[in-house]
């Protein structure tokens, strides 16, 4: 007979496998912009994707085992264009197929020796900018819904934490990017990541300006043109901030100047008791005599001979 694994046992095994297993991928970015929803992920194959479309204003983005989230992928699609034939386009949402792929996940975790190492997200573009919705669907089939941005796979709480500082609302795109960019090299285990260059990511964005398929990948010669962009920003951004550091010194230093002359200008103190002559001691004060006093003793008053020595004995 096998050995007996109690449920918590195998749930809690199941798990810190399937973690380990999409922290060892990159972490990818999804974030809202003015103009629709931004997702970048670090990919150096132009073959295999991470970020692919699912329907007509829905995206969907993945990280861990390729083949694993690929075979999820199809059949979201399948799921979506079964939904919009049978009843309606409208009726196909992100929150719909959000929910179909938590239960998905969600059997697998639970019936399966080895769950799926992967993490999704499923994003869909609304009309206006309120519209707009992201979900994050997890190995174990739990769903979150991000408000505006998420990072996920591998070191997502370092990645999100980057891009919690540098996210705001109605951001541009080369902003939305700079700031992906930012979170995506973000230090790693006490490491600093290299610089992103465009051969190594895979950027695409729901475009609220299209009117029927709202996907549309951003290609090599329009992410280059992003990348200057962001890195124009900050070189000006880090000459503002030297160009404002070299003002605070030169202030500085001539407040410290100021200070200098005014001390030097202005008269010594003399302290109050470097002029007053020193005073004689007070006799009164003076501690009373020892004895009796010589001149009360009748020792050299011409009694007797007070300068003789005592007789030395016999």
């Excluded at 690929?70 to 979201?76: D, F, I, M």
């Excluded at 029927?212 to 880090?238: C, D, M, N, S, Y």
Aim: charged fraction near 25%; aromatic fraction near 8%.
């Amino acid at each position: 007979m096998p050995f007996y694994v109690s449920p918590e046992q195998s749930m809690r095994d199941k798990a810190d496998y399937a973690r380990k297993g999409i922290a060892r991928g990159r972490s990818c970015v999804a974030l809202k912009y003015a103009g629709g929803i931004l997702m970048v992920a670090p990919n150096p194959s132009s073959a295999l994707h991470k970020i692919s479309e699912l329907y007509d204003r829905i995206a969907f983005a993945a990280v861990g085992r390729y083949n694993e989230y690929e075979n999820l992928r199809k059949a979201g699609v399948t799921y979506a264009d079964i939904t919009g034939y049978q009843f309606d386009r409208r009726d196909v949402t992100a929150r719909g197929i959000a929910n179909w792929y938590a239960q998905t996940l969600g059997t697998i975790f639970t019936e399966s020796n080895k769950p799926f190492e992967v993490e999704i997200v499923v994003a869909e573009i609304g009309r206006q900018a309120t519209d707009d919705q992201i979900y994050r669907i997890t190995f174990d089939g739990s769903v979150s819904d991000e408000p505006g941005f998420v990072a996920f796979g591998g070191q997502a709480d370092q990645v999100s934490a980057v891009l919690k500082e540098r996210y705001r609302d109605s951001l541009s795109l080369a902003e939305a990017f700079a700031a992906a960019l930012a979170a995506l090299a973000a230090p790693s285990n006490g490491e600093q990541r290299p610089d992103v260059v465009a051969a190594q990511l895979e950027v695409a964005v729901l475009d609220r300006a299209r009117d029927h398929r709202t996907f549309r990948r951003i290609r090599a010669a329009r992410l280059e043109e992003l990348i200057g962009e962001v890195r124009a920003a900050e070189q000006k951004a880090a000459e503002q901030k030297a160009a404002e550091q070299a003002a605070e010194q030169k202030a500085a230093e001539a407040a410290e100047a100021a200070e200098a002359a005014e001390a030097a200008d202005s008269p010594e103190e003399t302290p109050a008791d470097a002029s007053a002559p020193d005073e004689p001691a007070d006799p009164a004060g003076a501690a009373p005599p020892i004895g009796p006093d010589a001149a009360d003793s009748d020792r050299g008053s011409g009694q007797g001979n007070g300068d003789q020595t005592p007789p030395s004995p016999l």
